[in-house]
């Protein structure tokens, strides 16, 4: 038995379920994905909505810039070629999309809570309010369409879900990592307790709205460990006892994320028995890529705090795809010869094969609550 197997086995023990009786489910046979999240699942919302990704985004999979704030592929991505999908168009982009199988409204920069903040100084319009409200759209308008004389028999049909799919599709959902960012640029100006609270209530609300319209099986993600963004392991010099970890990952920000997962975890606890037709899987991504970090070189990977795609120097900081002057000459802020051998890819968002280690390791539910894959996630553990 390989080690990842093992700590499946391990938990289904001390969760006291058997592994007979998750074998025993059958697959969910999911017709769609609907996704909901930030810029480490949006896969083309912001690049349609404002400007298009730069070279050289998308370089190791795509060849060219394909919507994605990595080299490649996501999380998101490779949990739709796990359950069969093709890639997710996102859902405001009007170019060569399909939504037969769903729709991605994720959206670079997104929070939970609402933003004081445009595009121009780092916001974005679509926080998960927006995103919810999309959906709910969306839905409304296929079902619409779908039901129109002789659209069953259009090609266009097949562009868009079913009315009967959205009950039994895949609700996934990664955000909040940008409204733990916005609380740490706050420490001292307010109780980040009350903050990471209230920011996990207003999560809780937009699954409820969900729940409403239809939804039933939902994967969510918690945060990952923002204190181990390469950015910020980068230019954390000579710090005092206690500023970082073993792994040079900044305490006191991780915490933060740590208080918002636990309370985020607490939460889905709660809605499950608010929500009694609904199955909701903790998926503890926090784990997933700390574990990552703490064994990048046993992984085949370079120092964690090492940045593919940009040029972060002698003080000098030139974003991935941009151009910039250092000691008065224009560099071009490129990627690194093998982004394969790379966790980040442009200091906060990760490459491909960081993307891919992780999800090997959370679609078997190995990082679950209750522990179970997600091709068997509509079902309640003990429930057939």
Known sequence: MDVIGGIFVFWLVMSGVKSEEVNSVPSCDFPAIFNFGDSNSDTGCMAAAFF????????TFFHEPAGRASDGRLIIDFIAKQLGFPLLSAYIDSIGTSYGHGANFAAGSS???RQNRTFFDGGTPFTLEIQTAQF???KARTAKFFNQAGWRQSFLQKAIPRPEDFPKAIYTMDIGQNDIAAAINRVGKEDSHDVISDIVQHFATQVQNLYKE???TFWIHNTG????LAVTMHNTHNPVAGYVDQNG???YQNDMAKEFNEKLKNTVVTLRSQLPAASLTYVDLFSAKYQLISNAKKEGFVDPSKICCGYHEDANDIWCGNKGIVNGTEIFAGSCEDPSSYISWDGVHYTEA???WIADRILNGSFSDPPIAITHSCHELGSP
């Open 354 to 356: 960081a993307n891919r």
């Open 111 to 113: 929070t939970i809570r």
């Open 136 to 138: 709910n759209q969306f």
């Open 225 to 228: 460990p923002i204190g181990c």
């Open 52 to 59: 298009p990704m730069a070279s050289p985004c998308g370089e």
């Open 249 to 251: 990952c900044v305490n």
């Open 214 to 216: 239809g939804a039933r």
